[in-house]
């Protein structure tokens, strides 16, 4: 994508890499050349012919690329999920009051003739494209197949001119998704994309483009991208209906009304259940595992809620339907064990009920029951340790409102989870802040990945204890050296060991490693004495929020000094304690 500024052009792989800047973009096709400087563009394909780039004005502006107060891009996108919603429904109903898409290039009578749609996706887009398929297929009597874009091309999928396929990416640029938009149309398919980027590679290549109009989304966990998706996913499932007639003007009226109101209705969520939802996350902090349920569109909620939880809190997480969980899952409830149910409205009332004796059946069990459920909803109460309380919301929508709180739950969890603070409480214990880790295999790749297995947990400085090792091999000495000096902020090292033939010549060649990658290394202690007098140092350096690693023996002082103690001959084991202690490896 090319930035067109004044006096400055910019050229990157996604608008948002330079959103504070230019106003307006460019696309660039594969096998374009360019020329590009700070007052003009040139563009020519692969046969040297000049080429007038597509262009767009850049809605998104340089607040999305802060915080905005709030703690984590994670809260603030969470709290921008109303606007998203609103955003995405603008300006779709003409002058007619008939419902618009934003680059429909094709032939409605190819619409009307399609009897099979197939959703493409990977992760949280395709749990957009479940909720779509019970839309569509209320609302349009389409059957519609929802596939994983990595599995796809692999299946010998059945597509053929009549078969619609929808592609769902925030980016655009997802290569599962891509290749299997090529394979789509290489069948004969109509490709539709449902994307969040305008130029991107998906939307270039699509036969129409439904945009989703969320802004640029920075954490990595996606939430307002995915209410944006399946509000286009509704758009699109009551274009469809309209144009094939299989709704009444004022019935697709009436469920554009209904979306109307789904912005105020999620603020209201985020109004009153924001703070009880972060508490039950500090509550459940220590849980290892979760289980979500859920019936109908229920079902891609739960999905989603598990999901959530494994990116950000790093626990273990299921989501079921909730009509299996005799089929098996049900044998995973303990006592304790924290499941969230989403609750139909009991206006669905084989729906509701079905679910009612879903949570009978796992309280029975000692499970600890969170339940989201609609305001009024008094059947629930008996079965349930915790009630989430959503507004009045026609079923086919309930995904917008109740996949709010389970997102909240997540990021509340990872916040409960928080590294620094597990570290403080495990060293107000021992009485010392920091985290030491000994003894793991002395090659160059195990220490590399040590330390790269600690760096992300260690809020101050890194510290290496060296120790020289007289039995290994003496031409990794120097590359020891480097991996120090590249990742580590403080080195101990020794050059006393009673297995070492020659340990000042092992230490030199440690610090020779060590100068060739950092020559201005200053914090670098020579200590002479092994048997725990190097370990000893390490200890008395590391600060309130530092880390020492040790390699090599001499563990004893750590008995009495360290805040923790993991001893593992094998880095990749190493690891995953850590992994398992702390959350993140």
Not at 174 to 189: F, K, L
Not at 256 to 272: E, F, G, K, S, Y
Not at 523 to 533: A, F, K, L, N
Request: with cysteine.
């Amino acid at each position: 994508v090319i930035g067109l500024g004044e006096g400055e052009n910019f050229l990157g792989s996604d608008v948002a890499a330079f959103v504070a800047f230019p106003k307006k973009a460019a696309e660039v096709d594969d096998d374009q050349v360019l020329l590009l400087t700070a007052d003009a563009v040139h563009v020519w394909d692969k046969d040297g012919n000049a080429v007038e780039p597509k262009t767009w004005e850049v809605s998104w502006d340089a607040s999305a690329a802060v915080k905005g107060g709030y703690d984590t891009f994670m809260d603030k996108e969470i709290h921008e999920q109303p606007t998203a919603v609103a955003d995405t429904l603008r300006g779709r109903v003409d002058e007619r009051g008939e419902l618009q898409l934003d680059e429909m290039r094709i032939d409605p009578a190819v619409l009307r003739s399609v009897d099979k749609i197939i959703v493409i996706a990977c992760g949280t887009a395709a749990y957009a494209g479940h909720v779509a398929k019970y839309a569509i297929e209320h609302w349009c009597r389409i059957p519609v197949e929802v596939e994983l874009a990595h599995e796809f091309r692999y299946r010998d999928p059945v597509v053929s001119e009549k078969t619609l396929t929808v592609a769902i990416s925030q980016s655009g640029e997802t290569m599962d998704t891509i290749q299997a938009v090529r394979h789509a149309r290489e069948q004969g398919s109509k490709v539709l994309a449902i994307v969040n980027t305008y130029g991107s590679t998906i939307a270039r290549e699509a036969d129409a483009v439904l945009y989703t109009h969320a802004g640029p989304e920075v954490a990595v966990a996606s939430t307002k991208a995915f209410l944006a998706q399946i509000t286009a996913c509704y758009l699109l499932g009551l274009y469809l209906a309209q144009l094939r007639g299989n709704k009444w003007p004022d019935e697709v009226a009436e469920y554009l009304d209904n979306l109307a109101a789904m912005p105020d209705r999620i603020q209201h969520v985020l109004d009153h259940e924001e703070a009880r939802v972060r508490e039950l996350g500090s509550e459940l902090a220590d849980k290892s595992s979760f289980l979500f349920l859920g019936r109908h569109v229920g079902f891609p909620v739960a999905l989603e809620g598990a999901l959530k939880l494994k990116e950000l809190a790093y626990v273990h997480a299921e989501g079921f339907a909730a009509g299996e969980l005799k089929h098996g899952p049900i044998a995973l409830i303990e006592e304790g064990l924290p499941v969230f149910v989403i609750v139909p409205t009991p206006r669905r009332p084989v729906l509701h009920d079905k679910v009612i004796s879903n949570i009978q059946e796992i309280r029975a069990r000692g499970a600890r029951t969170i339940v989201i459920a609609e305001e009024g909803d008094t059947d629930v109460e008996p079965f349930a340790d915790h009630i989430i309380r959503m507004p009045v919301t026609p079923t086919i929508l309930w995904p917008l409102l109740t996949v709010v709180p389970l997102q909240i739950f997540a990021a509340a969890l990872a916040g409960a989870h928080n590294i620094p603070g597990r570290m403080q409480r495990i060293s107000q214990r021992y009485g010392r802040r920091g985290l030491c880790i000994v003894d793991f295999a002395h090659t160059p790749e195990a220490m590399e990945l040590a330390l790269k297995a600690v760096r992300p947990i260690t809020p101050g400085r890194l510290i290496v204890v060296f120790g020289s090792d007289g039995d290994r091999d003496q031409g990794k000495r120097p590359m020891l050296g480097e991996v120090c000096a590249r990742l580590a902020d403080v080195l101990v090292v020794t050059d006393e060991n009673p297995r070492s033939e020659d340990p000042q010549l092992i230490r030199n060649a440690i610090l020779e490693g060590v100068r060739g990658v950092r020559p201005d290394l200053t914090d670098v202690e020579e200590i002479t004495t092994w048997r725990g007098d190097a370990v000893r140092r390490g200890v008395e350096l590391c600060g309130p929020d530092d880390t020492v690693i040790v390699t090599g023996k001499g563990h004893e002082p750590f008995l009495e000094m360290a805040g923790e103690f993991i001893r593992y001959n094998d880095a990749p084991v190493m690891a995953e304690a850590v992994e398992e202690k702390w959350g993140r490896a």
